[in-house]
DNA sequence: GGGCACAACTTGACTATACAAGTTGCGCGG
DNA sequence: CCGCGCAACTTGTATAGTCAAGTTGTGCCC
């Protein structure tokens, strides 16, 4: 079953933008355009934009073509996924060090985190060490589902994207959830963090599922503040409740 | 001029949402029942529709009713506006003790806040603890531009909810920036919230703008953690970057 | 060179239509 | 009572068209 056409227009749009191919503030093509690229009536060429528009990573208004939202705008939590897109959208460099990467038997507090059944006795597990511009900027625990681990165990962890590898392995990726709160540094955290146990640490714990709802991956990454924060912008549309 | 009929629409549809008669699970009018109530072709109708749903308050699928969905989908970051909104959402009790609320000159760090020019020379200072349960569960520290503060010298600030009282005295908001990030407790935290200064805690801060852009209010509220977190779900479409 | 008018371009909103895909309800037969 | 088939309903996608509102560019005149 082919996907719809505007799917398909907003997914190439949207890869354009994040590739950086179309620059925040450039213009993208005008409606008759890709109606002409994709041979389409206005119809799905104008849903596939509203999409953009809605994810927040184009802007514009009547009379001129629609331009490239501003990363403020539209990243706050769509980085929430990739460390080094967000570091390089904030212009500094990321680094990191792959500190253990070990297949394992699953602990109970691994099991919990994956939602194991009592089929499975092993996990893979990665600790590893996020840098900005050369220096330490937060800790990354990850539990992955053996399936998913073990490809890792045949790649250099530290010589690019582990999602870009396991994707280009077959894993599909389909939801996540993010829970953010803050913590006080344990030991592991001060030694590779360089800061006093009991600091003051922001934490972003994330499930990540298949397209199945099967957990796959579970992440407890931990930032020094200062360095990191995250934001959000409400728009005009102010709700509130009380 | 008049509104687009799809804006109305959406309106009316989002506000039966947000008072609860359309409540989670609730089917909504069908596409060709919005039609005949509003007069309308299928389009501005659908698109009403597209934008509910891309709010995350609608759900459903092809040849069914869309319905309302539930809460935890819509409000992750809807309620950072409100925390007596937040707390009963979840089921708990809030409460508030208001320690201090004080016009005073405005200190150097209040107007870099406030984005005060030269020309103002005072501003409303409150600090408050919330409660959950009866036990404190964050401190708040707001500074709000005279204005709209010495609103609030006239106001019982313990006996309900500041936002409906600035409103109802013609104040309107517009526009919200959060920040999220991790803190250590200082001596004024360690005394209210009950922990050891230098603690980690929860920080969100907030600036708060009408609709000529202006900041009348930053507030700086500290969380105990373990209570309080911030979540958020990515939908099917799980885009990433490496 | 600057300002104005107009044409061309562009997006926003809406109507009408058609077909595909999916859901729900009803009637009939076993 | 249950299952199946079919009709009615419903949403998802797309084409074609029209008009309003706004922007941009060009040419002409001062």
Redesign the pocket.
């Given at each position: 079953?082919p996907a719809?056409?505007?799917?398909?227009i907003a997914e190439q749009l949207r890869g354009r933008i994040r590739s950086g191919e179309l620059a925040p503030g450039a213009s993208?093509?005008?409606?008759?355009?890709l109606c002409a690229e994709w041979?389409?009536?206005?119809?799905?060429v104008?849903?596939a934009?509203a999409t953009l528009?809605a994810e927040g990573l184009l802007a514009?208004?009547?009379?001129?073509?629609?331009v490239v939202s501003t990363p403020a705008l539209a990243q706050p939590f769509d980085t929430l996924l990739s460390y080094s897109a967000w570091a390089t959208s904030i212009g500094r460099t990321p680094g990191q060090k792959t500190l253990e990467l070990a297949r394992r038997p699953a602990s109970p507090l691994a099991r919990e985190r994956l939602g194991l059944e009592t089929g499975e006795d092993h996990v893979v597990e990665e600790l590893r060490l996020r840098l900005l511009d050369g220096d330490p900027a937060m800790l990354e625990r990850t539990t992955y589902a053996l399936r998913v681990g073990t490809l890792l165990l045949d790649f250099d962890t530290d010589s690019g994207s582990e999602w870009s590898y396991l994707e280009s392995h077959g894993v599909a990726f389909a939801a996540a959830r993010h829970v953010i709160d803050a913590v006080a540094a344990d030991a592991v955290d001060a030694a590779h963090l360089g800061v006093v146990e009991g600091s003051p640490l922001l934490r972003q714990r994330r499930w990540v599922r298949d397209a199945d709802g099967a957990v796959i991956e579970y992440d407890d990454d931990r930032y020094l503040p200062g360095l990191v924060n995250f934001s959000l912008e409400n728009g005009p549309a102010l709700t509130h409740v009380s």
């Open positions: 079953m719809p056409l505007h799917e398909l993208i093509p005008s409606e008759s355009q041979q389409s009536s206005r119809g799905p104008r849903q934009l528009r514009g208004g009547q009379g001129r073509r629609a």
